[in-house]
């Protein structure tokens, strides 16, 4: 299961609505675009150093991995691009990276971003939104 950045902090927040989709996968990888997210929210607040053990911890304890972007991954974040505009929605970059990512790596993409219904109907990407 592809995990987008509110994810993670539902996880912190102990969210019982992650309980279900997180117990039905095997496995749990951050896109790198929700790294970065993250590490951006690290930087600017004040408690950098907290946030980094917390965050080292809960990818040691699950066995969380990285998906790290390819040449595919930039002609899917083109092609959802184009598909959202269609639709009259603009989702962020990271957003479309994000989406892009769970769709070259065919894992299901939790998220909490109601933004991402817009993938709803989009041939061969996979989305649970909470």
Known sequence: MLLDTNVYQAFLRKDSRLVEPLKQSTTMTFPLAALAELRKGFLGGTRLAENERRLEQFMLQGEVGVALPTKQTAEYFAELWVFC???GRALSD?????AATALETGE???????????????????VIVL
């Open 85 to 87: 505009h269609s639709k």
């Open 108 to 126: 299901m993409l939790l998220t909490l971003d109601k933004d991402f219904v817009v993938f709803s109907d989009y041939p061969g990407l996979s």
């Open 94 to 98: 990271n957003d479309l990276w994000i």
